[in-house]
């Protein structure tokens, strides 16, 4: 039994998000949560707003919440029924984060999917702070899903390391469990400065992810190409990948992959979901 929380605001990427969840674990017995958070206003001056009771929090902000959550869950029933998957229905007032990070520790939630707002320009999607906020801040795996991805199943998942650091089995084991789901094939993205040799610590650790995924069809690929966003980039395309995975370990790999200079902007391949695993 898997337990999948999905954050919503009620929009098409959103949407997107609850669509690629359930297709991506049909065969798979899953408990959805899907939570919407209002939150907390605050005015001109910065500080928080004048404090509303809850009993009015209930009549306004909430039940208008439930209702657009009912309305979402009749949605859900119109598609292809799966007998598998059951779903709950929250709605929340607060901090987002804070929000999320609890929900995760209650309902003992094995992977956060979110969807994420497609950007202009053919190159980059952008996704908003809270989702920079989750992947960062919150020890849960999460599967940012972009607006415009349309759900294949994941026969290739891209999986760029500079193979510095020595992995968790319990991050590792996330990546193994969705490729064997599946039948994926892993290929692992090496982006090389030119004319460097691997040290022997990476090649400890490339032995080790080969040893660890010889049950899944596997491969090994290096780019020479001096900027990581564009290496990635390449990849995707010419390997024509379904999604891409990181541990956030190797959180500074990450940021130069995904930040850009603003930190509420994080930009990747527009089609591509990308799993983040925690250790």
Not at 4 to 13: E, R, V
Request: hydrophobic fraction near 40%.
């Amino acid at each position: 039994m898997k337990n999948i929380l999905i954050p919503t605001d009620f929009s098409h990427n959103a949407w997107n998000a609850v669509k690629y969840g359930m297709e991506l674990y049909h065969k798979t017995k899953c408990t959805f949560y899907i939570v919407h958070i209002n939150p907390i206003s605050y005015n001109s001056g910065g500080e928080a707003a004048m404090y509303v009771s809850p009993e009015i929090l209930e009549e306004s902000l909430l039940k208008e919440s439930k209702k657009k959550l009912e309305e979402l869950l009749k949605k859900i029933q119109r598609l292809p029924l799966n007998t598998k998957h059951t779903f709950n229905t929250l709605a929340l007032y607060g901090f987002f984060t804070d929000h999320i990070k609890q929900e995760v520790k209650d309902k003992n939630i094995d992977l956060i999917i979110m969807g994420t707002k497609g950007a202009t320009g053919l190159k980059a999607v952008s996704l908003g702070s809270n989702t920079g906020n989750v992947l960062t801040k919150v020890r849960c795996a999460v599967l940012a899903v972009p607006e415009d991805a349309e759900y294949n199943t994941p026969r290739e998942i891209g999986f760029p390391t500079d193979f510095q650091l020595s992995y968790d089995i319990k991050a590792l084991n996330h990546v193994k469990e969705l490729a064997l789901l599946h039948n994926s094939a892993l290929r692992f993205l090496y982006v090389s400065q030119k004319g460097k040799d691997l040290s022997d610590l990476q090649m400890k650790n490339k032995e080790f992810i080969k040893n660890y995924f010889k049950e899944n069809e596997h491969s090994f690929h290096t780019l020479t190409i001096k900027n990581l966003e564009d290496a990635v980039q390449a990849f995707v395309e010419s390997r024509d990948l379904d999604m891409l995975v990181m541990v956030a370990k190797n959180l500074n790999f990450l940021e130069r992959i995904l930040f850009k200079p603003a930190v509420e902007k994080i930009s990747y391949h527009t089609k591509v979901p990308f799993l983040i695993v925690h250790e």
